[in-house]
């Protein structure tokens, strides 16, 4: 008897278990609608459709969900977004991860859950120097030849964001060495590669390590300095 007992026990507690579960997956589809596929939403900020964190991400909703609606409003779990000209919404989220993007459909006064997708949000890279149209990584080994006729110094972030190229511009870098057991700084007052800063790097040695430290201005004038960034030459 006690065993017929437990066991209407145990199917009590799993039909309860069950039962939760059926509504909080019920009350989730009514709240969030369906989940939509990938072609909802095209991101026009990065030519691999990815999102970053802490910059302008802009994107475009499918035309067969805007049809139906006077508006589609979009929430967003991590950062506001906001409706953009030619028929973009911005989107900057706040920190790398996951955000979910629930759109609503709204016709006269009655507003609809449309459905939502689920995206991963990337850290912007961390910029590197560019010599000429070359990327850098350091601390890093590159033959001083590369430096002694290169053109300029630049900065780069990623092929896949569009307009990285032109968020930072170099104002001016400093190139640091050792010599005679002291450590000589030499400031190069643009991003051009001066004659003066050739006859330098032309007299250091191999396997000598050098530092360059760049200057760079943003938009509105906006100066900073830029991490040092360490090269072995040979």
Request: aromatic residues 12%; glycine residues 8%; contains cysteine.
């Amino acid at each position: 008897m006690i065993y017929l007992v437990l066991n209407k026990l145990q199917i009590n507690i799993l039909t309860f278990i069950l039962l939760h579960m059926y509504l909080n997956s019920s009350f989730g589809q009514y709240r969030y609608g369906i989940q939509l596929d990938e072609n909802t939403m095209t991101v026009v900020s990065s030519r691999g459709g990815n999102l970053y964190s802490g910059i302008d991400n802009y994107f475009r909703i499918s035309e067969v969900i805007t049809e139906d609606y006077d508006t589609v409003l979009v929430h967003s779990t991590n950062g506001a977004p906001l409706p953009d000209s030619n028929d973009l919404v911005l989107l900057i989220p706040n920190r790398p991860g996951k955000v979910r993007l629930t759109y609503y459909g709204v016709s006269g006064y009655d507003t609809t859950t449309i459905g939502y997708q689920h995206f991963m949000v990337r850290r912007v890279p961390e910029p590197k120097m560019l010599i000429d149209d070359r990327p850098i990584s350091t601390p890093g080994i590159i033959a001083k030849r590369y430096l002694l006729y290169c053109d300029s110094l630049g900065v780069y972030f990623s092929d896949d964001i569009i307009g990285s190229e032109y968020w930072l511009r170099v104002k001016e870098f400093t190139l640091g060495y050792n010599y005679g057991g002291f450590h000589v700084s030499h400031l190069n007052p643009s991003n051009k590669m001066t004659l003066r800063t050739r006859q330098i790097l032309y007299r250091i040695g191999p396997d000598r390590t050098i530092s360059i430290k760049l200057t760079v201005e943003a938009e509105g004038d906006i100066m900073r300095e830029l991490p040092i960034y360490r090269l072995t030459i040979y």
